[in-house]
C-alpha cells in the first residue's frame, strides 16, 4: 500500500529564513508526488507535483521541491519565508493503479512564521 | 470561476440524525472524491466516483453513502450522524482520473456531531 510521512506537526521558523518541510513515501513503483497548502478556513490548493522528467519541481509562491529516488523523499523548500506561508502542508503520493488511482495524504505539518 | 462548492459551511447535528452534505463542481471533471480531514490524520478518503453513476469505497466508507447521478454533483449521506463523524468534510474533483491530475477541493464543510 502506498503511504506519507510527513516528519513533525509543526515547524516555526523566522521571516526570511529556509522553510524546509520533509516528505517520504513508500513505494514499489514510480510514483507521483504532490504538495498542497492549505491556509485557514479553506480547502487544499496544489503548490507543485512531480510526474516525470525534471526531478526539481518549482511550484507557486516562491517554493519548490526535488525528487530524489534514492531516498524516496520529496522535501519542500523555500529561500526565505514569508509571513503568509503560514499554513497547514499536505505531502501526498499517487499511482496509476489501472482503472482507478487513489491519491494518498500524509499527515500534514502546521508552518509558523514568526516577525 | 466557482471551482468545487460545497454547502452548507458549518452544520451540527444531533446523534442518529441524518443529512446530506452537498458538494457540485461546474469544470466538466470525470473524477470526484470526498475527504475527511481529523487533526494529526491528514486527509483519509471516504468514496469517490470515476463517472456519472459509477462509485467506489475509500479507506474509511462506513458511515457514508454517496451517489452520482450528474457528472456535476456528487452528494454524501450520513445515514446516522455519530459522534465520531465529528470532523472537517472536503470534496475534490479532478480532469481525468489518472494518477498525474490536479485535485481541485472545495472550502469544506464542518461538521458536529453532539
Known amino acids: 500500500a502506498q503511504s506519507v510521512t510527513q516528519l513533525g506537526s509543526h515547524v516555526s521558523v523566522s521571516e526570511g529564513a529556509l522553510v524546509l518541510l520533509r516528505c517520504n513515501y513508500s513505494s514499489s513503483v514510480p510514483p507521483y508526488l504532490f504538495w498542497y497548502v492549505q491556509y485557514p478556513n479553506q480547502g487544499l490548493q496544489l503548490l507543485l507535483k512531480y510526474t516525470t522528467g525534471a526531478t526539481l519541481v518549482k511550484g507557486i509562491n516562491g517554493f519548490e521541491a526535488e525528487f530524489k529516488k534514492s531516498e524516496t523523499s520529496f522535501h519542500l523548500t523555500k529561500p526565505s519565508a514569508h509571513m503568509s506561508d503560514a499554513a497547514e502542508y499536505f505531502c501526498?503520493?499517487?499511482?496509476?493503479?489501472?482503472?482507478?488511482?487513489?491519491?494518498?495524504f500524509g499527515k500534514g505539518i502546521t508552518l509558523s512564521v514568526r516577525p | 470561476n466557482a471551482g468545487v462548492t460545497q454547502t452548507p459551511k458549518f452544520q451540527v447535528l444531533k446523534t442518529g440524525q441524518s443529512m446530506t452534505l452537498q458538494c457540485a463542481q461546474d469544470m466538466n471533471h470525470e473524477y470526484m472524491s470526498w475527504y475527511r480531514q481529523d487533526p494529526g490524520m491528514g486527509l483519509r478518503l471516504i468514496h469517490y466516483s470515476v463517472g456519472a453513476g459509477i462509485t467506489d469505497q475509500g479507506e474509511v466508507p462506513n458511515g457514508y453513502n454517496v451517489s452520482r447521478s450528474t457528472t456535476e454533483d456528487f452528494p454524501l449521506r450520513l445515514l446516522s450522524a455519530a459522534p465520531s463523524q465529528t470532523s472537517v468534510y472536503f470534496c475534490?474533483?479532478?480532469?481525468?482520473?489518472?494518477?498525474?491530475?490536479?485535485?481541485?477541493f472545495g472550502q469544506g464543510t464542518r461538521l458536529t456531531v453532539v
Open positions: 501526498a503520493v499517487s499511482y496509476s493503479t489501472g482503472a482507478n488511482s487513489k491519491l494518498t
Open positions: 475534490a474533483s479532478s480532469w481525468q482520473r489518472e494518477a498525474n491530475t490536479e485535485a481541485f
